[in-house]
Every structure is written in C-alpha cells, then in structure tokens.
C-alpha cells in the first residue's frame, strides 16, 4: 500500500525511480542471470548497495529529461515532431549508449537533414524497439487525470523516432502503467490490468497482458522477454512492478535479475514503482551515488516539480 502521497512526491520518485534504475542496471546490460549473481550477489542487494561509487545514467534517462523538458515549455503553437526532436538533439551525448537508430535520427536532425523520412528507412515498418517506452514516463505523469490522453499523447511522444505499432504501443503502455498507479493509494491489479487491456490492440500485447493479469499463468517476468524489442521487454518491467508492487528495490531489482537489456527493464519497472510509491520508496545509499552534474538527480527532481505544478494547474 502506498502512503498518501503528494502529487509532486510520485512525480519526483517515478522520474528519479526511472533515472536510478536505469543507472544501476547499465553496467549489467547484456549479462545473464548467472552471470549477475556469481559475479555481485542477488540483484535485490545490487539496488540496496550499488557497487559502483557513481552512478551514470544512459540515453533511457537522457531521452526522458528531454521529453519532460518539452511537456513542460511547450505551448502547443508549433510543430511538436519538430520541437521534441530539437530537444533531444540538444540533450544527445554519445556516450550515454544510444542505439545506432536513435542515434542516427538524432545526428541527421542535428545537421538540419531531412530525419522524418529517414526514420521510415533506417528501419523499414518502423523500429519494434523499446526507446519510445524507456522515455514516456513523463507523458503519464502529466496526463494522468485523463487515461485517453494519456494514450494519444504516448503515441505522439514515440513517433519521432517509433512508427511501427509495437514500439508505439510499448510506449502507451509503460506511460498508461505510470498514471494508472499514480491515482492509486492501494494497488489493484484487476482495475489496472482491466485499463491496460481494454486499450491494448496489437496482438502481442493483448495476448501477453491476458497472460500477465493471471497471477496462476505468470512463472516468471521473464517469460515476457529481456531484450531491445518493445515486445519483450515492455510487459516484463510491468510484471515486475505487478509481482512485487510493495517494493521498489524489489521490482527493480527482480527486473536487472533477469540480465539483457537492463538498464531499460530496470528504468521502465523504476518509474511505475516510483510513480506508486514516491521519492520515499527509493533506496538512499544507490540515490546518493546517481550522477548530479548539469542534468543529474537534483535537475530531475526539479524537473519533477516543475511538471507536477503544470498538471496540478491542468486539473
């Protein structure tokens, strides 16, 4: 059960829950399970005492900053693809482990060529893949009053990078999760999954979450997948928030347990836990050790604020 909490509380935790895991999980990205345990112990105690000294976030987090930044100045009078766009040239350091198409959009905007035709060509259909997902938090947070909003702007959020359903729908659902948990005080699943399901319209999706609202059908999160593909990846982080919603060390670190795309699994299961449980829930010796330059942990708590004040003026 989540305590009652303020808006901006669930704001700065679900976007900080983000940050962080992502950060904790990056070191272990491609690993397996074996692999994580034998060399640094159960991932529940890798999220309590991280065993790097400072922790450094990737693209997943760097992407959101840029989304949340855009939420928070846009007005509405111009073209959204575009200004998004601009924000995450502006935001892009290559060394925060961007995926080559991402990567390739970002770089193509940047020197002024034409990145919406490209996006279509780079990865043809659309990319499948969960960077629409990783980012959308902020979408969840700000929209939270409205569900259907929620899911229209998810989509508007993914395309300038994602135009294939699944990488689209993947982003709807991870910010769906997000402002569904933030309404509630006590977590129900029935009410939950009922909100993502009856929205859901690809088939791997409807087909995984009727699988994961069966508490007797789900062995394990990682049935869903642990790779870059929005379809075995998105629905795992849900479950590992849904399997263990009373913790967020616990959902975090069930999620960098099952090795693979870590730090993404790690940051989409960050920011519904976060969003649910507040700044509070966040383990303090691992918040300590995240990054805070420029746009470190005490940017993304302002940010937080600043979006929590703008959906507070909403209502």
């Not at 995450?88 to 002024?112: H, K, M, T, W």
């Not at 043809?124 to 893949?129: D, E, H, L, N, R």
């Not at 993502?196 to 789900?218: G, I, K, M």
């Not at 999160?221 to 593909?229: A, K």
Request: aromatic letters at 8%; hydrophobic letters at 40%.
């Amino acid at each position: 059960m989540a305590a009652e909490l303020t808006l901006e509380d669930r704001f700065i935790g679900c976007m900080l829950g983000l940050a962080l895991g992502d950060a904790i999980g990056a070191p272990f990205e491609g690993l397996g399970p074996y692999d994580i345990y034998q060399g640094f112990g159960s991932a529940h105690n890798i999220v309590i005492n991280p065993p790097e000294e400072l922790l450094h976030y990737t693209d997943d987090t760097q992407m959101m900053i840029a989304l949340a930044e855009h939420l928070i100045d846009w007005s509405g009078a111009s073209d959204e693809e575009a200004e998004l766009m601009r924000r995450f040239v502006e935001n892009f350091d290559e060394n925060r482990g961007y995926g080559p198409g991402a990567r390739q959009l970002i770089e193509s905007a940047s020197a002024g060529e034409d990145w919406r035709t490209l996006r279509h060509t780079i990865n043809p259909g659309g990319s499948f893949g969960n960077g629409a997902a990783m980012r959308v938090a902020p979408i969840g947070l700000l929209f939270r009053d409205d569900l259907d909003r929620v899911w229209d702007e998810a989509e508007r959020s993914a395309l300038p990078t994602h135009t294939h359903p699944i990488g689209i729908e993947g982003a709807q659902l991870i910010a769906l999760s997000v402002a569904v948990v933030s309404r509630m005080t006590t977590f129900n699943p029935q009410v939950f999954f009922d909100e993502l399901s009856r929205r859901a319209v690809t088939e791997e999706f409807r087909w995984q979450l009727s699988v994961a609202s069966n508490p007797d059908l789900v062995e394990s999160p990682s049935y869903f997948g642990n790779d870059l593909r929005a379809d075995r990846s998105v629905v795992t982080a849900i479950v590992c928030f849904t399997t263990h919603p009373d913790s967020y060390r616990a959902a975090v670190g069930r999620a960098i347990g099952f090795g693979g795309d870590t730090d993404t699994l790690a940051a989409m299961t960050g920011a519904i836990s976060g969003a649910f449980h507040g700044a509070g829930a966040l383990p303090r010796r691992a918040l300590a050790k995240l990054e805070d330059g420029a746009k470190g942990r005490s940017y993304i708590r302002r940010l937080a604020e600043r979006l929590a004040t703008k959906s507070a003026a909403r209502q």
